[in-house]
């Protein structure tokens, strides 16, 4: 299993997922020629995109790659906000299996602020990867899994004093904080794990080395933090 962080908080996000037979993309928030610069232009090769919802930092790209033909999956939703349509679209619906070359897809509904937002369960062969961000927590519980994908914006211990109330009230209601995902984490059966990525850290309310220690402590899990870029 391969995994390919690239980009990672909330000026872009760009993640390439890949079972050595059928690479994808998780969201696309940067541009065209970014998202072709870092596949070395082999954007051909990719089989689809899962978008996750709607926001710019996630979605950037998704008008254009459904130009180049790149096929795209995410809520109805999601395309709505988007104004997205075409014969490469392919609306998902939350709970209802999919697949998408060698891998089936389990979308499920998130806690965001914006419609039809969804975290993905990637299942290929042995290996079953949760990609989970913008949310501030998941109601759902999985076994076996084997690689982990999932925010982890910010602490209360490592909020700024200086944020905005009206910002602090939306970051508690759409973002998930170290304290939650470790209360996920626990409460989910890790005993396949190999590996655990924590994505979209803020900029300004994270402190990557304390947060990759906690999840390390708390899991014995191998813990790696997305870069913001490459």
């Known amino acids: 299993m391969k995994i390919g962080c690239f980009y990672s908080s909330s000026s872009g996000n760009l993640y390439r997922i890949d079972d050595d037979r059928t690479p ?10 970014e998202i072709k610069r870092v596949l070395d232009f082999g954007l051909n090769k990719i089989a689809g995109v899962l978008l996750s919802h709607s926001h710019m930092d996630h979605a950037r790209g998704a008008e254009d790659l459904l130009r180049y033909g790149t096929d795209l999956y995410c809520s109805s939703g999601t395309a709505e906000a988007l104004g997205l349509s075409g014969h490469r679209l392919h609306l998902v619906e939350p709970k209802k299996q999919f697949p998408l070359g060698t891998w089936k897809i389990l979308p499920f ?5 914006c419609p039809g937002s969804l975290g993905f369960l990637l299942v290929s062969g042995s290996e079953k990867v949760l990609f989970t961000t913008d949310t501030f927590y ?16 910010y602490s209360e211990k490592t909020l ?7 910002v602090k009230k939306r970051l508690l209601r759409s973002h998930f ?3 939650n995902v470790k209360k996920f984490l626990a409460a989910n059966d890790l005993s396949r794990v190999q590996g655990i990525y924590l994505l979209h850290l803020s900029r300004d309310n994270s402190d990557e080395e304390y ?8 899991t014995g899990k191998p813990v790696h933090v997305a870069p913001e870029k490459p």
């Open 24 to 33: 994808l993309l998780i969201e696309c928030g940067v541009r065209i020629n």
């Open 211 to 218: 947060f990759k220690s906690e999840i390390m402590r708390l």
């Open 160 to 166: 700024s004093p200086n944020l905005d109330p009206a």
């Open 109 to 113: 509904p998130t806690q965001h602020d």
């Open 177 to 179: 904080s170290l304290e």
């Open 138 to 153: 998941v109601r759902y519980r999985f076994q076996g899994l084997t690689h982990i994908m999932v925010e982890c914006n």
